[in-house]
């Protein structure tokens, strides 16, 4: 099994930037394939941006293509996702998690959370 922790959230104005790092141990992050998620208050959790298992192929909402990246760093076992040009509606929970099937963008696909972590974009 893999264990996930997400940081880097944080209150941030729009136009602005924010890293999230999502560290995991247990196991390789080439192990798996990964996404990130996000939960608003009162809105379903809704996909953002998956990256395949061998890292080649990435997939992104299109709410936020363009604007945010997902990437991993094998040798530091971290998975990120860098996010641009922040949006009041960008504000959420954000969670990384992490498939040992083929990934996807249903949260019913991916077997390994992290606890989350907060996002403000204010304006």
């Known amino acids: 099994q893999v264990q996930l922790v997400e940081s880097g959230g944080g209150l941030v104005q729009a136009g602005g930037s924010l890293r999230l790092s999502c560290a995991a141990s247990?196991?390789?992050?080439?192990?798996?394939?990964w996404g990130w998620f996000r939960q608003a208050p009162g809105k379903e959790r809704e996909f953002v941006a998956a990256m395949s298992r061998s890292g080649g192929s990435t997939y992104y909402a299109d709410s936020v293509k363009g604007r945010f990246t997902i990437s991993r760093d094998n040798a530091k076992n971290m998975v990120y996702l860098q996010m641009n040009s922040l949006k009041p509606e960008d504000t959420a929970v954000y969670y990384c998690a992490a498939t040992e099937r083929t990934m996807g963008f249903s949260g019913q696909r991916y077997d390994y959370w992290g606890q989350g972590t907060q996002v403000t974009v204010s304006s």
């Open positions: 247990g196991r390789t992050i080439s192990n798996y394939g």
